[in-house]
Nanobody, 123 residues
Framework: VQLQACGGGLVQAGGSLRLSCAAS????????MAWFRQEPGKEREFVSV????????YYSDFVEGRFTISRDNVANTVYLQMNTLKPEDTAVYYC?????????????????WGQGTQVTVSS
């Protein structure tokens, strides 16, 4: 499985960005795809997950309705639309994939990771 994330950048507070993660290497039926983020000096934290086949989604509480995860099954791409960005959203954002198993909806047990894409939100 290969995951290629892109779409990060510099944006002012209140602005929007859309991250993309192109997935390849296998069929993702039975998989979940997720976004995580990591600030310097902090642990990586779970942002959101989407179940590839059903489209069911989960979000961390801090998202507060500002982010939307989606997927394009034909293009094998997962997106994270981020609106009303805050300076505290500044981090490196990673996409990840896993077969469906216990805990993935809470950000646990992911097997495959893409490289990160930097998101910087200025105040």
């Amino acid at each position: 499985v290969q995951l290629q994330a892109c779409g990060g950048g510099l944006v002012q507070a209140g602005g929007s960005l859309r991250l993309s993660c192109a997935a390849s290497g296998r069929s993702f039926s039975g998989y979940v795809m997720a976004w995580f983020r990591q600030e310097p000096g902090k642990e990586r934290e779970f942002v959101s997950v989407i179940y590839w086949s059903s489209g069911m989604t989960y979000y961390s509480d801090f998202v507060e309705g500002r982010f939307t995860i989606s997927r394009d099954n034909v293009a094998n791409t997962v997106y994270l639309q981020m609106n009303t960005l805050k300076p505290e959203d500044t981090a490196v954002y990673y996409c990840a994939a896993s077969p469906i198993k216990r805990g993935v909806q809470y950000g646990e047990g992911y097997d495959y990771w893409g490289q990160g894409t930097q998101v910087t939100v200025s105040s």
